[in-house]
């Protein structure tokens, strides 16, 4: 590595020359790019994501007064003292529970069904087309 002063101008005019240069240099006759429009996918209206958003929703609302209902019939099965009676309860705390569970899970999967139908599905005629073409594959399945 040289450390003198002349190296150092050496290195600044050289450096300099360079820039110069490519300053100067003629330019290209660049051609504009070819405006490619993009294809616009016809969106119809989407019931079935409206459907499963408005059916999700209802679901998840009602999981919360199942779980109360799941709630009051425990508090009941907690207070009863009659041991005939003390399973019964339990098997409707734990119908109470399971439906609400359920509903909360059925009505969120909805609600992911309908974003993936709204936003993330492409829009294609069918799900299932046959394509005859050489390039491609004679069934096409899309999700």
């Given at each position: 590595?040289?450390?003198?002063?002349?190296?150092?101008?050496?290195?600044?005019?050289?450096?300099?020359?360079?820039?110069?240069?490519?300053?100067?240099?003629?330019?290209?006759?660049?051609?504009?790019?070819?405006?490619?429009?993009?294809?616009?996918?016809?969106?119809?209206?989407?019931?079935a994501a409206a459907c499963?958003?408005?059916?999700?929703?209802?679901?998840?609302?009602?999981?919360?007064?199942?779980?109360?209902?799941?709630?009051?019939?425990?508090?009941?099965?907690?207070?009863?003292?009659?041991?005939?009676?003390?399973?019964?309860?339990?098997?409707?705390?734990?119908?109470?529970?399971?439906?609400?569970?359920?509903?909360?899970?059925?009505?969120?999967?909805?609600?992911?069904?309908?974003?993936?139908?709204?936003?993330?599905?492409?829009?294609?005629?069918?799900?299932?087309?046959?394509?005859?073409?050489?390039?491609?594959?004679?069934?096409?399945?899309?999700?």
């Amino acid at each position: 590595m040289l450390r003198s002063r002349p190296a150092a101008l050496l290195r600044a005019a050289a450096l300099s020359a360079m820039l110069l240069q490519a300053a100067l240099a003629p330019a290209r006759a660049a051609s504009p790019f070819e405006v490619v429009p993009r294809p616009v996918a016809a969106r119809g209206p989407r019931r079935a994501a409206a459907c499963c958003a408005v059916g999700g929703v209802g679901l998840v609302v009602a999981s919360f007064p199942l779980k109360q209902l799941a709630d009051r019939r425990y508090d009941a099965y907690l207070s009863e003292a009659d041991p005939a009676r003390i399973e019964s309860r339990w098997d409707a705390t734990l119908r109470a529970d399971r439906m609400a569970n359920g509903s909360l899970l059925a009505g969120e999967g909805l609600l992911a069904l309908a974003v993936y139908l709204q936003f993330v599905r492409p829009s294609h005629d069918a799900p299932v087309a046959l394509v005859v073409e050489p390039s491609r594959c004679a069934l096409a399945l899309r999700f």
